[in-house]
């Protein structure tokens, strides 16, 4: 079920509004990931000194400048694992227009949707925000004590996180809040490992932008195969 409902999303990338979501998301990701490295920056040029006085070498100028440089290298470095809020953040923003593309598509036949509409979709998608910000801040400090099984925390933890929001935001729209979570504890199994699937790309720089899209109309397709299992 889950490589199937991954495939049928893939297939439908090049759908206009897929791609319309596409770009308004990479676009907003990548100016929000620069506006915290601006402020990340201006924070250094405030608080550090243009010149450091060490013992024996005496002083030292272009604190600003390797200080700057080595920030650029940290934010790269941390920016996989922000991209993964920013990313969620976005998806849920332009959650409708996902679904409403799979559906239109691929399940013609189905009654209009609720939907979320915009406040309860921006409220839940800062909420869930925040949640991925603090968890993988957390597990930052996990990662130095697992050493090489870091990657394996990392997707375990968030395709958990992921695929329990993506699939409840999916069907939010139809169910409920209610009865969209007990669907997603019924088939927790199944909704993590998909969760999962979604959560490797992530590391990879790039190809992180185009996830949150496959994630939403990928847990689509599952809601509606569980639905009428």
């Keep these: 079920m889950i490589l199937s409902a991954f495939l049928l999303a893939l297939g439908q990338i090049g759908d206009p509004r897929f791609l319309r979501v596409l770009v ?9 990931l620069a506006g915290i490295y601006a402020g990340f920056l201006q924070l250094i040029l ?5 010149t450091l006085s060490l013992p024996f070498v005496g002083e030292v100028g272009g604190v600003h400048q390797l200080l700057g440089g080595a920030s650029l290298l940290l934010m790269i470095g941390l920016s996989v694992f922000l991209m993964v809020p920013v990313a969620a953040l976005f998806s849920g923003l332009f959650l409708d227009d996902v679904v409403l593309a799979v559906e239109a598509r691929h399940y013609p ?3 209009p949707a609720a ?5 309860d979709g921006l409220i839940a998608a800062i909420n869930f925000f925040g949640v991925l910000v603090a968890v993988n801040a957390l597990a930052l400090l996990a990662y130095v004590f697992v050493g090489p099984l870091a990657p394996l925390v990392f997707w375990a933890v968030n395709g958990y996180l992921l695929g329990r929001e993506y699939f409840e935001l999916v069907a939010m729209r139809r169910l409920g809040r209610p009865a969209a979570r007990e669907m997603r504890r019924r088939n927790r199994g199944t909704i993590w490992m998909a969760g999962i699937l979604m959560a490797a790309p992530l590391s990879f720089p790039l190809v992180n932008l185009v996830i949150p899209v496959l994630g ?8 509606h195969r569980l639905a009428t299992a």
Excluded: C, K, M
């Design 24 to 32: 308004l998301g990479a676009a907003l990701s990548r100016a929000l």
């Design 216 to 223: 939403v109309a990928t847990f689509t397709h599952i809601f």
């Design 115 to 119: 939907g979320l509409g915009l406040a």
């Design 109 to 111: 036949g189905l009654a």
């Design 46 to 50: 405030w608080v550090a000194p243009e």
